[in-house]
């Protein structure tokens, strides 16, 4: 039997990119997933909503027990990045990073907390190495993920013992073709690609499918003893020392 046999999942962000592979690998599995993002998805059942709306998670969690009847397995993916230094950075733009980011998970798992509870269901938070360390011109980007890491924790802890478990991993570059088309733009693509190959021990990049693995593992009845969490999907590259 496949581990997600009979269950329901809610993938948001889960149109492209890491999302996507999540999606396709708790179908393989056997669940019935759900995207949730901006536009139609051609390929899953979906929900189309903006999550700068504060009144959109519930909807969407709203629309996913109306058709399918259970919840079982929540992913909160969807997310946005802006560049700008502190100086230059508007409240507005802000705000929308806080509101796509962490205030949105916070909203999705509210709602789905009572349908979470009903299946003794699993929570898996998309955080980033960003919210461990940070990169240059990304406080908005790195203060969101850190925010959503401590949401994680704290989701654990409050509904431990309503036996819904909350982990979140934290991947590092990874290959979507977000981060691949951004390659293209640079002035020797080749080169770009093996310096950035080269901060990682391993001495690549990541792929997708492999954030998608550990996400389909902690979703998983066989992680039941794992709540609270937060995993670098990474490389190692968070743990090499740069050079002296």
């Known amino acids: 039997m496949k581990r997600f046999e009979g269950k329901v999942a809610l993938v948001t962000g889960g149109r ?15 669940a019935r997933v759900f995207t949730a993002q901006r536009g139609a998805d051609p390929d899953f059942d979906h929900v189309v909503a903006d999550f700068t709306d504060p009144e959109a998670p519930a909807k969407v969690v709203g629309e996913v027990m109306s058709r399918a009847q259970q919840l079982d397995v929540l992913v909160n993916n969807a997310g946005v990045m802006q560049e700008a230094s502190i100086e230059a950075m508007s409240l507005a733009d802000w705000q929308r990073s806080l509101a796509v980011n962490l205030t949105a998970p916070f909203l999705t798992i509210k709602g789905a907390l009572p349908h979470l509870r009903a299946t003794r269901g699993a929570i898996v938070n998309i955080g980033s190495i960003e ?41 590092g570059w990874i290959d979507t073709d977000l981060n691949l088309d951004f390659i293209e733009t640079m002035p020797d693509p080749d080169a770009f690609r093996r ?3 080269a901060i990682h021990p391993v001495k690549r990049t990541g792929k997708p499918e492999e954030v998608a693995a550990l996400v389909a593992f902690l979703a998983a009845e066989e992680s039941g003893f794992i709540t609270g969490q937060v995993y670098t999907v990474d490389g190692g590259r968070m743990t090499r020392l740069s050079l002296p």
């Open 131 to 171: 919210g461990i360390g940070c990169n240059p011109n990304h406080a908005a980007y790195s203060a969101s993920k850190a925010g959503l890491h401590g949401l994680t924790r704290a989701v654990a802890v409050d509904h431990g013992p309503d036996a819904i478990r909350c982990n979140a991993v934290a991947p």
């Open 16 to 30: 492209s990119g890491i999302g996507r592979a999540i999606a396709v690998r708790l179908r393989e599995e056997g």
């Open 195 to 197: 310096g950035v190959g």
